[in-house]
């Protein structure tokens, strides 16, 4: 480009809206702070990591605990406790 075609070209900024627990929020903006970052700069830290590597920068895994087996399993549980077919027993605790 020559210098009198060449333009002032800057981004725009837009709001980005969500809905985050009001605890958890408290405790990013704590981190953000003692790492000398605003919410705003972490997450834009985060949503251009996103664009450039086209993933989620860090591993996302579901809790096995809501998996459709063990939800099933403990449905079945559910509806042999209320048939009154439960076995009381000591509390079981993990020794390690």
């Known amino acids: 480009m020559s210098k009198k075609t060449k333009r002032n ?14 605890d958890l929020k408290k405790n990013m903006e ?3 702070m003692d790492m000398g970052l605003s919410m705003t700069a972490a ?32 449905q079945r549980a559910i509806a042999e406790l209320n048939a009154g077919k439960g076995v009381e027993h000591e509390i079981i605790e993990d020794k390690s």
């Open 43 to 74: 997450f834009t830290i985060f949503a251009k990591t996103v664009t450039r590597e086209k993933r989620i920068p860090f591993e996302v895994s579901a809790d096995p605990f809501y998996s459709a087996s063990n939800m099933k399993h403990l």
């Open 30 to 32: 704590k981190v953000c």
């Open 9 to 22: 070209v800057t981004a725009r900024s837009v709001n980005v809206n969500f809905r985050m627990d009001s």
